[in-house]
Protein backbone atom coordinates (compact mmCIF):
# COMPACT_ATOMS: atom_id res chain seq x y z
CA UNK A 1 0.00 0.00 0.00
CA UNK A 2 1.47 3.75 -0.88
CA UNK A 3 1.34 6.86 1.19
CA UNK A 4 -1.79 8.26 -0.73
CA UNK A 5 -3.47 4.86 -0.27
CA UNK A 6 -2.71 5.03 3.63
CA UNK A 7 -4.14 8.30 4.17
CA UNK A 8 -7.43 7.78 1.84
CA UNK A 9 -7.74 5.14 4.38
CA UNK A 10 -7.83 7.39 7.01
CA UNK A 11 -10.25 9.86 5.23
CA UNK A 12 -13.09 10.06 7.92
CA UNK A 13 -10.67 11.08 10.20
CA UNK A 14 -8.93 13.68 8.28
CA UNK A 15 -12.01 14.50 6.36
CA UNK A 16 -9.97 14.55 2.71
CA UNK A 17 -10.88 13.26 -0.25
CA UNK A 18 -9.23 11.96 -3.36
CA UNK A 19 -7.57 14.33 -4.91
CA UNK A 20 -6.19 15.77 -1.56
CA UNK A 21 -4.91 11.57 -0.52
CA UNK A 22 -2.63 11.96 -4.00
CA UNK A 23 -1.24 15.17 -2.93
CA UNK A 24 -0.36 14.38 0.60
CA UNK A 25 0.44 10.81 0.21
CA UNK A 26 3.32 12.41 -2.81
CA UNK A 27 4.71 14.79 -0.68
CA UNK A 28 2.98 18.02 -1.59
CA UNK A 29 1.06 19.17 1.94
CA UNK A 30 1.33 22.79 0.42
CA UNK A 31 -1.67 21.68 -2.55
CA UNK A 32 -3.71 19.51 -0.38
CA UNK A 33 -6.55 22.40 0.20
CA UNK A 34 -6.52 23.53 -3.64
CA UNK A 35 -7.82 19.98 -4.10
CA UNK A 36 -11.03 20.32 -2.13
CA UNK A 37 -13.71 20.49 -4.31
CA UNK A 38 -12.01 18.05 -6.58
CA UNK A 39 -13.01 14.89 -5.11
CA UNK A 40 -17.07 12.94 -5.64
CA UNK A 41 -17.11 13.20 -9.16
CA UNK A 42 -16.20 17.18 -9.33
CA UNK A 43 -12.62 17.29 -10.63
CA UNK A 44 -12.72 18.98 -14.05
CA UNK A 45 -14.31 17.20 -16.93
CA UNK A 46 -15.75 15.19 -14.10
CA UNK A 47 -12.46 13.85 -14.08
CA UNK A 48 -11.74 11.11 -11.05
CA UNK A 49 -10.17 12.93 -8.69
CA UNK A 50 -6.91 11.36 -7.62
CA UNK A 51 -6.30 11.19 -11.92
CA UNK A 52 -6.78 14.82 -11.78
CA UNK A 53 -4.63 15.15 -9.14
CA UNK A 54 -1.63 12.96 -10.66
CA UNK A 55 -2.05 14.87 -13.55
CA UNK A 56 -1.13 18.30 -12.19
CA UNK A 57 2.13 16.70 -10.38
CA UNK A 58 3.39 15.37 -13.82
CA UNK A 59 4.65 16.76 -16.82
CA UNK A 60 2.43 17.66 -19.37
CA UNK A 61 4.03 15.73 -22.50
CA UNK A 62 3.16 12.43 -20.35
CA UNK A 63 -0.77 13.56 -18.99
CA UNK A 64 -2.44 11.95 -22.07
CA UNK A 65 -0.95 8.80 -21.62
CA UNK A 66 -1.41 8.88 -18.21
CA UNK A 67 -4.86 9.13 -18.55
CA UNK A 68 -5.31 6.00 -20.53
CA UNK A 69 -3.42 4.36 -18.91
CA UNK A 70 -5.88 4.98 -15.69
CA UNK A 71 -8.88 4.58 -17.82
CA UNK A 72 -7.51 0.91 -19.08
CA UNK A 73 -7.77 -0.42 -15.81
CA UNK A 74 -10.61 1.58 -13.62
CA UNK A 75 -12.83 1.72 -16.80
CA UNK A 76 -12.95 4.95 -17.41
CA UNK A 77 -11.26 8.43 -16.23
CA UNK A 78 -14.86 10.08 -15.32
CA UNK A 79 -15.68 9.15 -11.79
CA UNK A 80 -19.24 8.44 -11.81
CA UNK A 81 -18.63 6.15 -15.04
CA UNK A 82 -15.70 4.53 -12.79
CA UNK A 83 -17.94 4.02 -9.61
CA UNK A 84 -20.81 2.84 -12.00
CA UNK A 85 -18.44 0.03 -12.73
CA UNK A 86 -17.67 -0.49 -9.27
CA UNK A 87 -14.37 0.42 -9.31
CA UNK A 88 -13.72 1.67 -5.90
CA UNK A 89 -12.19 5.19 -4.82
CA UNK A 90 -9.57 3.49 -2.94
CA UNK A 91 -7.86 1.72 -5.86
CA UNK A 92 -8.47 5.01 -7.99
CA UNK A 93 -6.26 6.15 -5.16
CA UNK A 94 -3.77 3.63 -4.88
CA UNK A 95 -3.34 3.58 -8.88
CA UNK A 96 -2.91 7.08 -9.55
CA UNK A 97 -0.36 7.25 -6.97
CA UNK A 98 1.67 4.78 -8.68
CA UNK A 99 1.06 5.78 -12.23
CA UNK A 100 2.41 9.74 -10.92
CA UNK A 101 5.65 7.10 -9.31
CA UNK A 102 6.07 4.99 -12.86
CA UNK A 103 6.39 8.61 -15.01
CA UNK A 104 8.20 10.78 -12.31
Do not use: T, Y
Not at 9 to 26: D, P, S, V
Request: net charge neutral.
Amino acid sequence: MNRASEIFAERAARKINCAQAIMAGLGHDSRVAEMADCGGGRAPEGRCGALHAAILLLPEAVGESVIQEFAAVAGSDKCREIKRNGFPCAKCVALAAELVEKHL
